[in-house]
C-alpha cells in the first residue's frame, strides 16, 4: 500500500469533531495503510439536555471507541478535560506536546483558530503553540523529538471572517458517504440526540428507534454530510460531489506540491 510507515493524528476538541471534519479522508488514509489516531481534547460532557456529564463522558468515550473500529483507527485518545472549558495553558501545551511525540506523526488535522467553539479554537491554537516546540528538546525532555517532524493541515468549516479557508488539498470522499455516515452514527449521543435542535428539520426527520440503517445513514447524509461536505465541493467549484478540505499550515513541517500529491494519493 502506498502509505505505509505513514502516520496521522486528527485533533479535534470534543469527541465527534474528527469524525465529523475528517472521516471520509481518514478512512482513505487507513485503505492506503497508514495509521491514523483520533484525539479528542475534552470530554464532552456536557453537550446533552438529560444526561448528566459524568455519565455522558462515559457514553461519549464509548462512542469514540465504536468509531474507531467504524474506521479502522490505531486508537481514539478522549483526553479527560471538561467540554465548554477548554484552554491553550502551558499545562495542556505540554501534554499535547507529549501525546504528539509519542505518535510522531508525519501529518496533524486540527481545528482553525477563527471557529464558532471556544473549545475549537483551544485547540487549534494549543497545535500551533505546539507545532514549534515538538522539535525543541530541552521542552517537555522526558519524552524525546521524534525523526518525524509533522505537517499539519487545517480541517474546513465555514467561516469567512478573517477568511474562507484556503483548499489546498482537496479530497474526493464521494465514495464514502456510507463509511462517513456509519461513523457518525457511533455517536448517537451527539447526533441523534444533541444536536437536532440546533438544525431546522432535523428534529421532525429524526429516524425512529427502529428506522433502518439506511434510514439512519439519510437522515446523517442530509443534515452532515449535504450541508459541509457537497457545500464545500460546490464552493470551491470542485469537480466531485462530496469534498474534504484542508489548508496546509504555515506552523508545522511546509510539505512541497509534490509532497503534498505523495501524503494524499486518493
Ligand atoms: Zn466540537
Given at each position: 500500500m502506498?502509505l505505509?510507515?505513514?502516520?496521522?493524528?486528527?485533533?479535534?476538541?470534543h469527541?465527534?469533531?474528527?469524525?465529523?471534519?475528517?472521516s471520509?479522508?481518514?478512512?482513505?488514509?487507513v485503505?492506503e495503510?497508514?495509521?491514523?489516531?483520533?484525539?479528542?481534547m475534552?470530554?464532552?460532557?456536557?453537550?446533552?439536555?438529560?444526561?448528566?456529564?459524568?455519565?455522558?463522558?462515559?457514553?461519549?468515550k464509548?462512542?469514540?471507541?465504536?468509531?474507531?473500529?467504524?474506521l479502522?483507527?490505531?486508537?481514539?485518545v478522549?483526553?479527560?478535560h471538561p467540554?465548554?472549558?477548554?484552554?491553550?495553558?502551558?499545562?495542556?501545551?505540554?501534554e499535547?506536546?507529549?501525546?504528539?511525540?509519542?505518535?510522531?506523526?508525519?501529518?496533524?488535522f486540527?481545528?482553525?483558530?477563527c471557529?464558532?467553539?471556544?473549545?475549537?479554537?483551544?485547540?487549534?491554537t494549543?497545535?500551533?503553540?505546539?507545532?514549534?516546540?515538538?522539535?525543541?528538546?530541552?521542552?517537555?525532555p522526558?519524552v524525546?523529538?521524534?525523526?518525524?517532524a509533522?505537517a499539519?493541515?487545517?480541517?474546513?468549516?465555514p467561516f469567512?471572517?478573517?477568511?474562507?479557508?484556503?483548499?489546498?488539498v482537496?479530497?474526493d470522499?464521494?465514495?464514502?458517504?456510507?463509511?462517513?455516515?456509519?461513523?457518525?452514527?457511533c455517536?448517537?449521543?451527539?447526533?441523534?440526540?444533541w444536536?437536532?435542535?440546533e438544525?431546522?428539520?432535523?428534529?421532525?426527520?429524526?429516524p425512529?428507534?427502529?428506522a433502518?440503517?439506511?434510514?439512519?445513514?439519510?437522515?446523517?447524509?442530509?443534515?452532515w454530510?449535504?450541508?459541509?461536505?457537497?457545500?464545500?465541493?460546490?464552493r470551491?467549484?470542485?469537480?466531485?460531489?462530496y469534498?474534504e478540505?484542508?489548508?496546509q499550515?504555515?506552523?508545522g513541517r511546509?510539505?512541497?506540491p509534490?509532497?503534498?500529491?505523495?501524503?494524499?494519493?486518493?
Amino acid at each position: 500500500m502506498r502509505l505505509d510507515g505513514i502516520r496521522v493524528m486528527v485533533i479535534g476538541a470534543h469527541p465527534d469533531d474528527a469524525d465529523v471534519y475528517a472521516s471520509g479522508t481518514a478512512a482513505k488514509f487507513v485503505a492506503e495503510g497508514a495509521q491514523v489516531v483520533f484525539v479528542s481534547m475534552t470530554n464532552g460532557d456536557k453537550g446533552h439536555r438529560t444526561m448528566g456529564c459524568a455519565e455522558l463522558a462515559a457514553r461519549r468515550k464509548g462512542e469514540t471507541q465504536a468509531a474507531a473500529r467504524c474506521l479502522g483507527l490505531e486508537d481514539y485518545v478522549v483526553l479527560d478535560h471538561p467540554d465548554c472549558e477548554l484552554e491553550a495553558t502551558l499545562e495542556n501545551r505540554r501534554e499535547l506536546t507529549r501525546l504528539i511525540r509519542r505518535f510522531a506523526p508525519h501529518l496533524i488535522f486540527t481545528h482553525r483558530t477563527c471557529d464558532y467553539h471556544a473549545d475549537h479554537r483551544a485547540c487549534g491554537t494549543l497545535v500551533m503553540d505546539a507545532a514549534y516546540l515538538l522539535g525543541v528538546p530541552h521542552w517537555c525532555p522526558d519524552v524525546p523529538v521524534p525523526d518525524t517532524a509533522p505537517a499539519v493541515f487545517l480541517m474546513s468549516d465555514p467561516f469567512t471572517t478573517p477568511r474562507a479557508i484556503r483548499p489546498d488539498v482537496a479530497v474526493d470522499v464521494s465514495d464514502r458517504l456510507d463509511l462517513m455516515a456509519d461513523c457518525l452514527l457511533c455517536h448517537p449521543s451527539q447526533f441523534l440526540e444533541w444536536l437536532p435542535p440546533e438544525q431546522e428539520g432535523a428534529l421532525e426527520a429524526l429516524p425512529a428507534p427502529d428506522a433502518t440503517l439506511e434510514e439512519r445513514r439519510a437522515f446523517i447524509r442530509r443534515f452532515w454530510l449535504d450541508p459541509y461536505k457537497a457545500n464545500d465541493a460546490r464552493r470551491f467549484g470542485l469537480p466531485f460531489a462530496y469534498a474534504e478540505v484542508f489548508e496546509q499550515s504555515e506552523y508545522g513541517r511546509q510539505l512541497t506540491p509534490a509532497a503534498i500529491r505523495d501524503l494524499f494519493p486518493f
